[in-house]
């Protein structure tokens, strides 16, 4: 996958971060999967070839609103 096949859900790209992005919440246009960005999170081991990541409560809604819902 890259990034090319990846829309941005959250974020306008301008503020703080501008294109170095943020925490924010993108749709893999292959598949409709949700690929999310965040800090990581070492709450606990998750299984090989996963990972956890914390993101805002904010950039969740957003992307949310992003889908229509």
Do not use: W
Not at 11 to 19: F, L
Not at 30 to 44: K, L, N, R, S
């Amino acid at each position: 996958m890259t990034r090319q096949g990846l829309t941005r859900l959250t974020g306008s790209g301008n503020g703080e971060c501008s294109q170095n992005d943020c925490p924010n919440i993108y749709r893999d246009e292959t598949d409709g999967g949700i690929v999310v960005q965040g800090d990581i999170c070492e709450a606990f081991q998750p299984p090989t070839g996963e990972a956890l990541v914390k993101i805002p409560e904010h950039v969740m809604r957003e992307a949310i609103r992003a889908l229509g819902g």
